[in-house]
Antibody, heavy 119, light 110 residues
Framework: QVHLVQSGAEVKKPGASVKVSCETS????????ITWVRQAPGQGLEWMGR????????DYAQGLQGRITMTTDKSTSTAFMELKSLRSDDTAVYYC????????????WGQGTLVTVSS | QSALTQPASVSGSPGQSITLSCTGS?????????VSWYQQHPGKAPKLMIY???KRPPGISDRFSGSKSGNTASLTISGLQPEDEADYYC??????????FGTGTVVSVL
């Protein structure tokens, strides 16, 4: 079965950085993109960006450009999302998502990681 | 990219059909069939219900159907059941390898 297991909750101060991991299993990591989505408390979903599991190519939401970096480690089938210069409005649950592809329309979501930014 | 516009809430009685709308623009919904719909129960991760505007992933009930006309996509839930009570989000490709979500709709089963 496909599983995405994310790292644990984080509490950060404004201006700091956070790096969330997403360990995947049960599928060929290099055949799919990983997308990152966040959800502020009581708010809607926000698309943050995605990374190719094949070659590491990234696409980021315009509003996060310059603060976000997505990477992968193919040896451990793990994706990472780093967000810098944190602000209070970055407080959210961060999800990683194994995207669908031409051959497999299913998506799989991680359990979510709560990142709290507070002084 | 601004969020796609969804009604804040929609309600219906068990067994009824309801339709949720998702309005974008020619920059997103109107130009691509890459519209997805997600169901999210409280405290849970979202679940893909519809992809490419009209297609259902394996395991999704045929009570859920999607359509698109112009800049507006729609999700219809037929035979409404108590477990359908959840938040629903649309998501569209927005060009430039980016995507945008809708504002979300709370579905209540009366």
């Amino acid at each position: 079965q496909v599983h995405l297991v994310q790292s644990g909750a984080e509490v950060k101060k404004p201006g700091a950085s956070v790096k969330v991991s997403c360990e995947t299993s049960g599928y060929t990591f290099t055949s799919y993109h990983i997308t990152w989505v966040r959800q502020a408390p009581g708010q809607g979903l926000e698309w943050m960006g995605r990374i190719s599991g094949y070659n590491g190519n990234t696409d980021y939401a315009q509003g996060l450009q310059g603060r976000i970096t997505m990477t992968t480690d193919k040896s451990t089938s793990t994706a990472f999302m780093e967000l810098k210069s944190l602000r209070s409005d970055d407080t959210a649950v961060y999800y990683c998502v194994r995207d669908s592809n031409y051959y497999d329309p299913r998506e799989f979501w991680g359990q979510g990681t709560l990142v709290t930014v507070s002084s | 990219q601004s969020a796609l516009t969804q009604p804040a809430s929609v309600s219906g009685s068990p067994g009824q059909s309801i339709t949720l709308s998702c309005t974008g623009s020619t920059s997103n919904v109107g130009s691509y069939n890459l519209v997805s719909w997600y169901q999210q129960h409280p405290g849970k991760a979202p679940k893909l219900m519809i992809y490419e505007a009209t297609k259902r992933p394996p395991g999704i009930s045929d009570r859920f159907s999607g359509s698109k006309s112009g800049n507006t996509a729609s999700l219809t839930i037929s035979g409404l059941q108590p477990e359908d009570e959840a938040d629903y989000y649309c998501c569209s490709y927005a060009g430039g390898s980016t995507y945008v979500f809708g504002t979300g709709t709370v579905v209540s089963v009366l």
